[in-house]
């Protein structure tokens, strides 16, 4: 695998049953990062049980118990590669809790790819007030996802098969959906493929020679790539601390925001401890300055191992990182056995810190879909509530408003291990803090 391809995050969403998990696994069986032997291994395994005729549905099952194993293998199973990029897919088709895994995943996705079956009825169930469909689109377009793929799936399924007219049909229905959204549907592919038979995937379609656009994987290479934005103060979420000897202080992030050079005075906060910039190394490479997206190492003159920690966000001491005495979000409660009331107090995992944080105020419920108001100060939040929330961490935590800092500025609220909620941070109350430039 080149490390000089940029890398992208891609979602999968799309309606029940529309071939994501076909699709996906058709594309990681042909381009992803997974050897040989596992994949005779999950074939074989797949025969026997009389599962053929699902081979890639299956094979993306399978990887995903896989995934939920570990980490570490996860990042190599759901990995492709394409001329320009290395995909991954941050979330993969679940069933139960896919829109839950959608929303968290989602937030940090460069594009999505809509899965719609063009199959009579299917189709149309996606697009039913109930369907998936309308509902991931609408998801992905909150979670400020602007980069859209549409795979018109199952075409050898249709009436007749490889029908232009539904296509066109399917086309002009979903694209004056998205438009409605707020998408601009000129830059949307609308692909019509074949998830099973592999058509327009990665090869030109010869049953479809009406259709002249991209193949799926020509509109992927066609994505643009993250933004960089080194116009932007520096933050640097600190991921670990290491003291090596004979170097010194070396803490451990991915530069989020702004550059990082050589020489620089930067600041940790909340700590509020000082130090300067001695080298920066990049996957073992010195390198002089650092940017947005990349993951480096630097070595700091003046603060020591016990000084800072995983959690802690590095900045420039005349525009440090915000640290909270409280903070408002929009929050979407995606699971609670009961109701969420003030005094309630998750967990906050936000870029890489985690610390408990009370509820202290329920401004007003929110309609999830048009973000309009329906109820100020609710007594309580349910499962499928939108709602704006104020909250106090119980000790200093660097919060951002997601306007100014998305990567800083979005969270998920956890609670006897499951995912409460997610959330936006709209302002930001900051805490007084002096920085001691000795
Ligand atoms: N004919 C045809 N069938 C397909 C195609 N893609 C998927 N299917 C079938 O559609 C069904 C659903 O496919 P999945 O890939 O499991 O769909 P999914 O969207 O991942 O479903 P969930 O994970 O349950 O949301 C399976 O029976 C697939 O074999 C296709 O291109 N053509």
Redo the contacts with the bound molecule.
């Keep these: 695998m080149s490390s000089e391809k940029p890398h992208l995050n891609l979602v999968v969403i799309?309606?029940?049953?529309?071939?994501?998990?076909?699709?996906v696994g058709h594309i990681l069986y042909r381009l992803g990062l997974i050897d040989q032997k596992t994949i005779q291994m999950l074939e074989e395994e797949a025969k026997k049980r009389g599962k053929e005729?699902?081979k890639y549905?299956w094979l993306l099952d399978k990887l995903k118990e896989e995934r939920e194993r570990g980490v570490t293998i996860a990042l190599t199973y759901m990995k492709f590669e394409t001329r320009k990029y290395i995909f991954t897919i941050i979330d993969a088709?679940?069933?139960r809790d896919?829109v839950k895994n959608m929303i968290t995943g989602a937030s940090q996705a460069d594009a999505a790819l809509l899965?719609v079956s063009a199959?009579k009825g299917e189709f149309e169930a996606g697009m039913s007030p109930e369907g998936q469909t309308r509902e991931h689109a609408i998801l992905a377009k909150t979670m400020g996802i602007n980069q859209l793929i549409v795979a018109v799936?199952?075409?050898?399924?249709t009436e007749p098969p490889w029908s232009q007219k539904r296509y066109e049909q399917i086309k002009t229905v979903l694209g004056k959906f998205l438009k409605s959204l707020g998408y601009d549907i000129s830059k949307i592919p609308f692909i019509p493929?074949?998830?099973?038979?592999g058509d327009n995937l990665i090869e030109r379609s010869p049953n479809m020679p009406w259709y002249n656009g991209p193949t799926l994987v020509e509109a992927l290479d066609s994505l643009e790539p993250p933004p960089k934005p080194i116009d932007k103060p520096l933050r640097i979420p600190i991921q670990d601390v290491y003291a090596i000897s004979g170097v010194g202080t070396v803490p451990v992030g991915r530069v989020e925001t702004g550059v990082l050079k050589v020489g620089d005075r930067v600041v940790f906060m909340p700590p509020a401890k000082v130090g300067e910039v001695r080298s920066i190394e990049t996957h073992h490479v010195r390198i002089e300055k650092a940017e947005p997206g990349d993951n480096i190492g630097f070595n700091v003159r003046g603060v020591s191992k016990r000084d800072i920690r995983r959690g802690d966000v590095t900045g420039h001491p005349d525009n440090p990182p915000t640290v909270a005495e409280e903070f408002t979000a929009r929050v979407f409660i995606i699971w609670h056995p009961t109701a969420v009331t003030v005094g309630y107090t998750p967990v906050i995992h936000i870029h890489t810190a985690s610390v408990a944080s009370r509820i202290v105020e329920i401004k007003a419920k929110l309609d999830p879909r048009t973000g309009k108001v329906v109820e100020e100060n609710p007594q309580f939040l349910k499962m499928g509530d939108a709602a704006i929330v104020r909250f106090k961490p119980i000790k200093p935590l660097v919060v951002e408003k997601y306007s100014d800092f998305p990567p800083l500025g979005r969270f998920a609220m956890r609670d006897m291990g499951k995912t409460i909620g997610i959330g936006i941070v709209v302002d930001v109350k900051p805490m007084k803090i002096e920085i001691k430039t000795k």
Excluded at 15 to 23: A, Y
């Design positions: 799309g309606h029940v049953d529309h071939g994501k998990s076909t699709l005729s699902f549905a088709p679940g069933h896919f899965v199959r799936n199952k075409m050898d399924a493929v074949s998830a099973w038979t």
